[in-house]
Antibody, heavy 117, light 110 residues
């Protein structure tokens, strides 16, 4: 069971970036998946959740209207399209599988996004 | 806006017992928030310890336990060991598809 993120990098404020999360070892299409981020030296921050079939999407207020979570179950992949990026979006972004309850039971290692001019 | 609170830091002696808490700036934490707890060491992904208030994740030793204490969720570590020195994060389900993490607690074992 594994989640592997990619797509991070250095981006200028106001620009866009798309992150990916590749799943393996489980039936991806059966699970809701989260994006969670951690700014340098800070705690974890929940970013977004997408339901197993993609029909329901939820966002933290801090990213609502700027970020879009999506998935392609045929490719076992999750995405986070980030636009109008700000310095405060600088963080390690992890995808995490929603467990049997309201928890996160499998985590990826994360991909680093740095927003700076 | 309701904020989830955790102690910024805590210390415990080897073999000792420590209780970390997870509260709300407005209101009380109950089982309806499905509190869960995660352990994280620097540079590593979080590891799930406890979910649904008091259910241990697979492979987690029974010296880790979760509960509701007063108006907060609590994570108790009994018989603390050196490798328990980590950051501990709680998250609450706020309803309507929204989760909120606390700021995390840095636990020192010394």
């Amino acid at each position: 069971v594994q989640l592997v993120e990619s797509g991070g990098g250095l981006v200028q404020p106001g620009r866009s970036l798309r992150l990916s999360c590749a799943a393996s070892g489980f039936t991806f299409s059966s699970y809701d998946i989260h994006w969670v981020r951690q700014a340098p030296g800070k705690g974890l921050e929940w970013v977004a959740l997408i339901s197993y079939d993609g029909t329901n999407r939820y966002y933290a207020d801090s990213v609502k209207g700027r970020f879009t979570i999506s998935r392609d179950n045929a490719k076992n992949s999750l995405y986070l399209q980030m636009s109008s990026l700000r310095a405060e979006d600088t963080a390690v972004y992890c995808c995490a599988r929603r467990g049997s309850s309201y928890d996160m039971d499998v985590w990826g290692q994360g991909t680093t996004v740095t927003v700076s001019s | 806006q309701t904020v989830v609170t955790q102690e910024p830091s805590f210390s415990v002696s080897p073999g000792g017992t420590v209780t970390l808490t997870c509260g709300l700036t407005s209101g009380s934490v109950s089982t309806n928030y499905y509190p869960s707890w995660y352990q994280q060491t620097p540079g590593q992904a979080p590891r799930t310890l406890i979910y649904s208030t008091n259910t241990r994740s697979s492979g987690v030793p029974d010296r880790f336990s979760g509960s509701i204490l007063g108006n907060k969720a609590a994570l108790t570590i009994t018989g603390a060991q050196a490798d328990d020195e980590s950051d501990y994060h709680c998250v609450l389900y706020m309803g309507s598809g929204i989760w909120v993490f606390g700021g995390g607690t840095k636990l020192t074992v010394l």
